[in-house]
């Protein structure tokens, strides 16, 4: 991994790293001294942005992926693609994002969930947050598309479970089709449901 500017603002670093870190080894395999290395930083910069030591950084990184996840979801929807394409589209995407990676990185929240969870609750906050903004989103889509509150969560929930279990299975396989697959057949499921009756 390529180490960021040391122009960019400290904090910044900090997080940028840590979420390539964290998405190639897991919450629990990275310590602060990586971090700080790899950021180009000083174990005091680190604690003067993040008090709560790593576990501060693992929540500004899930909320960074939050966001990531939400712009995505954003402009697809803006470009006029129905909630079957969108899902297809957003698994493309994932499947480029773990060749880009040559499979290094490839999960949303389960490696930073993985080992953490219970024991880092603000993490586990920060995650189910993250969760719920994605959920919620998707949602909301279906619910455009015709289905009702409850089958919307319920479809949207599939939905998230099964592009992050297909990034993980495409990462052991080395096999980005995987996601791309997954997602065609998560934009059928869709298309089934928000068929008129």
């Known amino acids: 991994m ?18 390539h870190l964290f998405q190639q080894r897991g919450y629990h395999a990275v310590g602060t001294a990586q971090i700080v290395a790899d950021a180009q930083a000083t174990k005091g910069s680190l604690y003067h942005h993040f008090p709560e ?3 501060g950084i693992a ?3 899930v909320q960074a992926i939050r966001d990531d996840v939400l712009a995505r979801l954003d402009a697809l929807e803006a470009s006029g693609l129905d909630a079957s394409a969108l899902v297809v589209a957003l ?4 499947a480029r994002w773990l060749e880009a990676t040559r499979y290094r990185e490839g999960s949303l ?5 993985v080992g953490a969870v219970p024991d880092a609750p603000a993490l586990q906050r ?14 909301a889509l279906l619910m455009r598309a015709g289905l009702r509150k409850q089958p919307a969560r319920a479809l949207a929930q599939t939905v998230l479970a099964g592009l992050e279990g297909a990034l993980l ?4 396989d080395g096999n980005a089709r995987l996601v791309v ?3 065609r057949t998560l934009g059928s499921l869709i298309e089934s449901a928000t068929e008129p009756r």
Do not use: H
């Not at 929240?109 to 969930?113: F, K, P, Q, R």
């Open 2 to 19: 390529s180490a960021p500017r040391a122009e960019a603002p400290t904090r910044e670093r900090i997080t940028k790293v840590a979420k």
């Open 53 to 55: 030591g790593k576990q």
């Open 59 to 61: 929540c500004e990184v």
């Open 91 to 94: 698994a493309e995407g994932m």
């Open 109 to 113: 929240l389960a490696s930073l969930a």
């Open 126 to 139: 920060a995650l189910g947050l993250a969760l719920e903004a994605w959920r919620a989103r998707l949602a």
């Open 169 to 172: 299975l495409a990462r052991i």
């Open 181 to 183: 697959e997954v997602g």
